[in-house]
C-alpha cells in the first residue's frame, strides 16, 4: 500500500494556504501534497483560484496565510514571512499565452533560463539543442518565435521550461489557446514527456478531460476550496458532491424522495427504483449518462424531451426533460442525432445511480 505523501515526503505540498486581496478571500485554505513524480491537475472554472494557487507555488505571490514546501523545504510561510523567490524554487513554467520573446530566436528564448543560471555558451547550446529535440523543434532553433505555428511556439514555452531540468513544472492552461485536434495530440504528447523526464508536475485547466487524461491526482476546485482530491478513476467512480459530477458531466442530478415502496423524483409520481423497506426521506443522486439507454417510447420506460444535443465523438450526447417532474435534466448518449424538442424513452439502471456521502445509503 502507498501511503499519502506529507509535507516532508512530497515535491509539494501546501497547509492552510491563503490569498486574500483586500477584503476578498481568493483562497480559503487549501491542503494539497502531491507525491514526487506526480501530475495533479487543478480543475475549475473560471475565477475558483486555479492560477492564484499555482503563482504561489511559483513564487510569483506570497500567501496571506499557510505555507507552501517545495521538495520537502518551506518556500513560503506567512507566519514567519520565509519567502523564497521564483529562481531560487527550481521550477519551470508554461503558460497559455507561451510567453516567448519574439526578439530572440527560437534558440535563445530555450537558452535564456541557463544562461541566467551563469551556464556557458557550449553546455548552454547542447542542454538548448536537447531540450527542442524533446519537444521535436530541433531544426527551429534560428528561427524567430513568429514564424512558428501556435502548436510550435508552444512547444518552446515547454522547452524552455524544461531546459534547466527542473524538478517541479508549472502549466497554467498550456494548450487553450490551440485548436481541438491539436489540444488533444499535444496532451498525450505532454503527458508522454513529464513522464519520460520524470517530472512532478501541476497542471492548470478549466478542461475536465484535459485534467482525467493527463493527471494523477486532480483537484476539483470551487469558489477558492478543493472541493475533492482524488485519482480520475475515483473522481469518476465517487464524485464526493453534485457540483463535482456536474463539472465533470458525469451525467444527471436529481433530488428523490421516498414514496411508498420506491423512491420518487421529488414531487412527481415518477418512479426511479424500489425502495428498501425502512428507506426513510429525501436523497440526492447522480444519474450517470451510461445508466441510460434512449430510445422509443415503450411500457416501462420514463417519458423525456429533448432540450439540446452535441456530437461528442463516439454519439450525440443529449440533454433530456424528464416528462412529469419539476425540470430534472437527465444526460444521454444516443447514436442517432436527437433533435431539440423530439420524445424519447429511456430505459434507467438503476444500480448504476450513483448517492452522494452525506445523501442517504443506496436503497439495496
Ligand atoms: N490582482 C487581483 N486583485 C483582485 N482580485 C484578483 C486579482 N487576481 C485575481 N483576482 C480574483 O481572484 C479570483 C481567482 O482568480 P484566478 O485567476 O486564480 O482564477 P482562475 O481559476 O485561474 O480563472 P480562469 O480559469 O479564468 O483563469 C478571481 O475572482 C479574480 O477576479
Ligand atoms: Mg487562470
Redesign the pocket.
Known amino acids: 500500500m502507498t501511503s499519502e505523501p506529507d509535507a516532508t515526503t512530497a515535491a509539494v505540498s501546501t497547509a492552510d494556504l491563503q490569498l486574500h486581496?483586500?477584503q476578498?478571500t481568493?483562497?480559503k485554505g487549501i491542503d494539497i501534497a502531491l507525491g514526487r513524480g506526480k501530475t495533479l491537475a487543478?480543475l475549475?472554472?473560471?475565477?475558483?483560484?486555479?492560477?492564484?494557487?499555482?503563482?504561489l507555488v511559483a513564487g510569483l505571490l506570497a500567501p496571506s496565510k499557510g505555507s507552501v514546501s517545495i521538495a520537502g523545504k518551506v518556500v513560503a510561510d506567512a507566519a514567519t514571512g520565509a519567502f523564497a523567490p521564483p529562481e531560487k524554487r527550481n521550477l519551470g513554467m508554461v503558460f497559455q499565452d507561451y510567453a516567448l520573446w519574439p526578439h530572440m530566436t527560437v534558440g535563445g528564448n530555450v537558452a535564456f533560463p541557463l544562461e541566467m543560471r551563469g551556464i556557458g555558451r557550449t553546455e548552454r547550446q547542447a542542454r538548448t539543442m536537447r531540450a527542442l529535440e524533446r519537444v521535436g523543434l530541433s531544426a527551429f532553433a534560428d528561427r524567430r518565435p513568429s514564424d512558428l505555428s501556435g502548436g510550435q511556439q508552444q512547444r518552446v514555452a515547454i522547452a524552455r521550461a524544461i531546459v534547466a531540468e527542473p524538478q517541479l513544472i508549472l502549466f497554467?492552461?498550456p494548450l487553450s489557446n490551440l485548436d481541438r485536434e491539436l489540444r488533444e495530440n499535444m496532451v498525450g504528447e505532454l503527458a508522454e514527456l513529464i513522464a519520460s523526464l520524470g517530472l512532478t508536475a501541476i497542471y492548470?485547466t478549466?478542461d475536465h478531460s484535459e485534467a482525467l487524461t493527463l493527471a494523477d491526482q486532480v483537484a476539483v476546485?470551487r469558489a477558492?476550496r478543493v472541493e475533492q482530491l482524488a485519482s480520475p478513476d475515483a473522481l469518476i467512480a465517487r464524485p464526493a458532491t453534485p457540483e463535482v459530477a456536474d463539472f465533470l458531466r458525469l451525467g444527471g442530478i436529481a433530488d428523490l424522495e421516498r414514496r411508498g415502496e420506491s423512491w420518487n423524483f421529488k414531487g412527481s409520481d415518477i418512479a426511479l427504483m424500489p425502495a428498501a423497506t425502512g428507506a426513510v426521506g429525501t436523497a440526492r443522486v447522480l444519474i450517470p449518462v451510461a445508466a441510460i439507454m434512449p430510445g422509443d417510447m415503450q411500457p416501462g420506460r420514463l417519458a423525456a424531451t429533448v432540450l439540446r444535443s452535441q456530437f461528442r465523438g463516439d454519439g450525440h450526447l443529449a440533454t433530456v426533460s424528464l416528462a412529469g417532474t419539476d425540470h430534472v435534466e437527465l444526460q444521454v448518449l444516443s447514436r442517432i442525432k436527437l433533435r431539440p424538442g423530439e420524445s424519447v424513452g429511456l430505459a434507467i439502471d438503476s444500480n448504476q445511480v450513483r448517492w452522494f456521502e452525506n445523501s442517504l445509503p443506496s436503497p439495496q
Open positions: 486581496y483586500g476578498t481568493v483562497l487543478l475549475g472554472p473560471s475565477g475558483c483560484g486555479k492560477t492564484t494557487l499555482l503563482r497554467d492552461e492548470v478549466h476546485m477558492g
